[in-house]
């Protein structure tokens, strides 16, 4: 069966842990990892701008011995509406994995449906599952562990990581809280599907508007920006909302002594983070940045060798003798 990587929770806590070792093992032999040795292509498609995701799978790629095949899918066919459907399965004789920045949730649902080939989110408008690994790696090389931590993550609570958060760090067994305006908190179906996860995982989910005391106790701080791609529209109107929600000394200062900052980038210093933090002692964004890499390197390779028919054996003897 063909594994995808489409929400935080295609991956059991078993499965997340795995691929968090092999992040860190891929980290510490970069080029030890044959995957899409031939050079096997990866397609690599984007409907939306992006920096760090671009880069990350480019250069990751390459040093899984593979191919990145970099596509501006508004450039594409696609672009123009050739269905979703026939793309996936255009591209799937082509490549040994899709990865795809797109809008709804449904794309890439629908893009997975039909693929056979692994099919990995680089970000929809729902999720962010790839930038979750990568914080994960971050927090596990930062304090050893993750099970057990608390993340307070700060800003719009409607947006992809928000919801990433959620169900990702709910999946590790972490403490998740999300310090967000009344009128921008997640999606009830979100909060719920991180709260049957917490429950299994024996963790807490809290969804509040008090940000002093969102922050008192936490482990890591995390924001995003607070005007998501897409929405730029009337974006105004929300940032009056937003003001008490901006990660600064003060609510930092409420967090553990050890507390680390995170954000996924690109950031917008003194909207939801002040330039002290975003740039001080306790940040953690350029090693969060890196880490997108071995992250994605590692969701690569556990998906392709998760996908793999299971080998014949030389000595099965299962097959029956010709007469
Ligand atoms: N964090 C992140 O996904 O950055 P890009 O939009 O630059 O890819
Ligand atoms: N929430 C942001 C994340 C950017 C990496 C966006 O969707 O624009």
């Given at each position: 069966m063909t594994r995808h990587f489409l929400v935080d929770d295609d991956l059991t806590p078993a499965e997340q842990a795995e691929v968090l070792e092999l992040a860190l093992a891929m980290k510490a032999d970069p080029y030890g990892y044959d995957t899409f040795a031939g050079p096997q292509s990866v397609a690599v498609l984007f409907d939306k701008p992006s920096t760090r995701t671009r880069v990350s799978f480019e250069a990751g790629i390459a040093e899984l011995k593979g191919h990145p095949m970099i596509i501006d899918a508004k450039a594409s066919q696609l672009g123009r509406g050739e269905s979703i459907a026939d793309t996936a399965r255009v591209l799937d004789r082509q490549v040994g994995a899709i990865v795809w920045r797109t809008g709804d949730q449904s794309r890439i649902d629908e893009m997975a449906a039909h693929s056979t080939v692994p099919v990995v989110n680089a970000l929809t408008d729902q999720f962010h599952p790839c930038q979750l690994l990568a914080d994960l790696l971050t927090i596990k090389e930062r304090f050893g562990d993750v099970a057990g931590r608390t993340l307070t993550y700060y800003g719009d609570g409607a947006n992809n990581m928000a919801a990433s958060y959620l169900v990702a760090c709910a999946t590790a067994g972490m403490h998740v809280r999300i310090a967000a305006p009344a009128s921008l908190q997640p999606a009830p179906d979100v909060v719920a599907r991180a709260e049957k996860i917490a429950e299994e995982q024996g963790v807490t989910i809290l969804i509040t508007d008090h940000a002093e005391a969102a922050a008192i106790g936490a482990d890591v701080l995390a924001t995003d920006t607070w005007v998501s791609m897409g929405q730029e529209e009337g974006a105004e109107e929300r940032l009056a909302d937003l003001e008490p929600f901006r990660i600064d000394s003060r609510i930092l200062s409420l967090a553990k002594r050890d507390a680390a900052v995170l954000h996924c980038l690109p950031a917008y210093r003194g909207k939801e983070v002040t330039a002290e933090v975003l740039d001080g002692p306790q940040?953690?964004?350029?090693?969060?940045?890196?880490?997108?890499?071995?992250?994605?390197?590692?969701?690569?390779?556990?998906?392709v060798t998760a996908s793999a028919p299971p080998q014949e054996s030389e000595t099965d003897d299962s097959t029956p003798d010709e007469d």
């Open positions: 940040s953690m964004i350029w090693d969060e940045a890196e880490n997108r890499r071995h992250a994605q390197k590692a969701i690569l390779h556990w998906l």
